[in-house]
T-cell receptor, first 118, second 119 residues
Framework: EAGVTQFPSHSVIEKGQTVTLRCDPI?????LYWYRRVMGKEIKFLLH????????ESGMPNNRFLAERTGGTYSTLKVQPAELEDSGVYFC????????????????FGPGTRLLVL | AQKITQTQPGMFVQEKEAVTLDCTYD???????LFWYKQPSSGEMIFLIY??????QNATEGRYSLNFQKARKSANLVISASQLGDSAMYFC????????????????FGGGTRLMVKP
């Protein structure tokens, strides 16, 4: 079974440019999460999709960040325009629906996208 | 206030010895879950072990075990018989809240502990 995949693995852009990150969750996982880790800080939650709906976007830092999950499959996270402080590693994670009895709700992470804004 | 605290930024352990990575948490919710993830230098986050707040026994997964002390709000990871491949960053994380049908819950992470295994 394929794990969570993220594209690109690395991105270097200039301040003011736009970057779009993509996440493909594990097949059949309804829950999809975005997290990020900026240099020297903890991994922080950004938002959570259940299928195509945003369940919780309380962690989104500002309106320069836009996440979508069309059709409830893959998700994109767009940063427009990018600022220096957006540099960090962006992780995507997915998990199965708790109705399936998975009370544990383990989130499986992708390898992350390393974003550097110059 | 920090919800997840990992007080050891870096640790060394001799190969084949056991090591304990500390994690304390803070929550007023009676239902929660605690997770440990490993992040090797390649960058991916690998799920290691889970402990639910209502679980009566400490979780174990192969060489990994979780020393869960509920009253102290600690969930330390114990790695037995360390191997060179165990060198990595280790993150403790918590999911707060009762099981919710359909929707999951976000994870809150600690700052991580970098473990280095010496040959």
């Amino acid at each position: 079974e394929a794990g969570v995949t993220q594209f690109p693995s690395h991105s270097v852009i200039e301040k003011g440019q736009t970057v779009t990150l993509r996440c493909d969750p594990i097949s059949g996982h309804d829950n999809l999460y975005w997290y990020r880790r900026v240099m020297g800080k903890e991994i922080k939650f950004l938002l959570h999709f259940v299928k195509e709906s945003k369940q919780d976007e309380s962690g989104m830092p500002n309106n320069r960040f836009l996440a979508e999950r069309t059709g409830g499959t893959y998700s994109t996270l767009k940063v427009q325009p990018a600022e220096l402080e957006d540099s960090g590693v962006y992780f995507c994670a997915s998990s199965q629906d708790r109705r399936e009895g998975f009370n544990q709700e383990t989130q499986y992470f992708g390898p992350g996208t390393r974003l550097l804004v110059l | 206030a920090q919800k997840i605290t990992q007080t050891q930024p870096g640790m060394f352990v001799q190969e084949k010895e056991a090591v304990t990575l500390d994690c304390t948490y803070d929550t007023s919710d009676p239902s929660y879950g605690l997770f440990w993830y490993k992040q090797p230098s390649s960058g991916e986050m690998i799920f290691l072990i889970y402990q639910g707040s209502y679980d009566q026994q400490n979780a174990t997964e192969g060489r990994y075990s979780l020393n869960f002390q509920k009253a102290r709000k600690s969930a330390n990871l114990v790695i037995s018989a360390s191997q060179l491949g165990d060198s990595a960053m280790y993150f403790c994380a918590m999911r707060e809240g009762p099981p919710v049908p359909i929707a999951g819950n976000m994870l809150t992470f600690g700052g991580g502990t970098r473990l280095m295994v010496k040959p």
